[in-house]
């Protein structure tokens, strides 16, 4: 920093146009924190975790299509919800 010489303060036409880019750059990094997030809950959450568990992605969706309500939601509790008897 000592190397650095100050000459005069900003100019106005600079303040102009660094907040838009500052903006931008705010909004850039958020919108590519989300979509981190989302891959991140994807690959490793979904297609690695759930697995070792037992819980597969497409046999939950069939279990949730096949799911009768008219039983009423009193008789469904854990694995009697699946049909899996």
Do not use: Y
Not at 29 to 50: K, Y
Not at 63 to 84: E, I, M, T
């Amino acid at each position: 920093m000592q190397f650095v010489v100050v000459v005069s303060s900003i100019l106005k036409f600079d303040r102009a146009l660094g907040s838009p880019v500052l903006i931008t750059q705010v909004a850039a990094g958020a919108a590519l924190g989300v979509a981190a997030e989302g891959a991140f809950l994807i690959v490793v959450i979904i297609a690695n975790i759930m697995p070792l568990f037992g819980l597969e992605p497409l046999d939950m969706a069939r279990d949730v299509a096949a799911l009768n309500l008219r039983r009423g939601w009193g008789s469904c509790s854990g694995l009697a919800c699946s049909g899996h008897h």
